[in-house]
């Protein structure tokens, strides 16, 4: 699998992306919100990506965010949701407020996102509600290691194991890390937040 591009932006458009990789112009698909993330025609860029493969063609589908490129493997899990609906909803809606909507179980407000019907909405919420706390907060992947990013996940699973809300656990956690850095243990991390929750 292509999980990241990095060469020159040839092109970008709200819809997508001409890559360059060594004289090669990879087309990308994109949600708006990479559009806007994205650097200017000419600069080099990095794309975290997702290869979707059919029968009859492969595509690639970018994002700025780990955050983006997470909810988006999410949806497409979902019945129902294929990659250009998942791109459609990513450009309607930011992921905090999709992990909103959906912890609220607000079905009315999912429905306002372009593409997603009644039916639709209420199987989101069946099917994710468990699912996108889990998601890294936007951002915090451009601030932290890899192994912090570790951390994130064991305490996250470890405060909602204890009860917690599955997005605040996810918010708390994040916020000692930022605070603490890498080298503060998974123990202490817990500890901290639960102080905080």
Do not use: C, W
């Not at 951002?139 to 932290?144: A, F, I, P, Q, S």
């Amino acid at each position: 699998m292509v999980s990241y591009l990095e060469g020159r932006l040839a092109a970008k458009s709200p819809t997508h992306l001409i890559v360059d990789v060594g004289g090669v112009g990879l087309y990308v698909h994109i949600p708006l919100s990479s559009y806007d993330g994205a650097q200017e025609v000419g600069k080099t860029v990095r794309v975290l990506t997702h290869l979707h493969v059919r029968e009859d063609a492969m595509a690639l589908y970018g994002f700025m965010t780990q955050a983006e490129r997470d909810l988006f493997e999410m949806l497409i899990s979902v019945a129902g949701i294929g990659p250009p609906l998942g791109q459609k909803i990513l450009s309607g809606v930011s992921v905090a407020d999709f992990q909103r909507l959906v912890f609220a179980e607000d079905i009315k407000g999912l429905t306002r996102i372009k593409g997603i019907g009644q039916r639709l909405a209420q199987r989101l919420v069946l099917e994710l509600k468990d699912r996108v706390g889990t998601l890294a907060p936007e951002g915090l992947e451009e601030t932290v290691s890899e192994e912090a990013l570790d951390q994130l996940e064991e305490a996250t699973r470890a405060l909602i194991g204890l009860g917690t809300n599955p997005l605040q656990a996810r918010r708390v956690v994040a916020l000692v890390i930022k605070e603490g850095g890498d080298e503060v243990a998974v123990e202490e991390v817990i500890r901290l937040a639960l102080k905080r929750i």
